[in-house]
């Protein structure tokens, strides 16, 4: 039988486990956005327009794009626009008690400054 955890138990084991899993790592701790000045920057959450976008700048004709974006357009906003938390997963974060909240948010700071990210307000009050 699989282990069953719950999100405040998930978030807490990758927080524990972040020098030992790089997944979990912040962006801005991997790649040095800061130090390296790159040209591009593909948002998985947005990877087919993204990559449509690229092939374009660097003129590439062929590539393909049978990609799954993480999270669709909403409807009436461009995906690029919309760079705040999805509902359906607003509930989860919702469920953190303040402590680990603080120390998610804390976390990804940088993360959420650079990649243009916005923090609910509702997550901000739990987190103080």
């Known amino acids: ?3 069953q955890i719950n999100f405040t138990q998930f978030v807490t084991f990758a927080l524990l486990h972040m020098p030992q899993e790089p997944h979990w790592e912040p962006f801005t701790k991997l790649c040095s ?4 000045s790159y040209q591009y920057i593909i948002f998985l ?11 374009s ?3 590439i004709s062929t590539i393909n794009l ?6 669709g357009p909403r409807e009436g ?6 760079l705040t938390l999805d509902p359906d997963l607003l509930q989860y974060y919702l469920q953190l008690p303040p402590y680990l909240m603080a120390k998610v ?8 400054k650079v990649l243009g990210y916005q923090v609910p ?3 901000d009050a739990i987190a103080t």
């Open 1 to 3: 039988m699989p282990l």
């Open 77 to 82: 906003v461009a995906a690029s626009d919309d």
């Open 105 to 112: 948010l804390h976390t990804y700071t940088l993360d959420i």
């Open 66 to 71: 049978k990609t799954r974006d993480n999270r």
């Open 33 to 36: 956005p800061c130090d390296i």
């Open 57 to 59: 700048a660097l003129n």
């Open 121 to 123: 307000e509702v997550l």
């Open 45 to 55: 959450d947005t990877l087919t327009e993204d990559l449509q976008f690229l092939m």
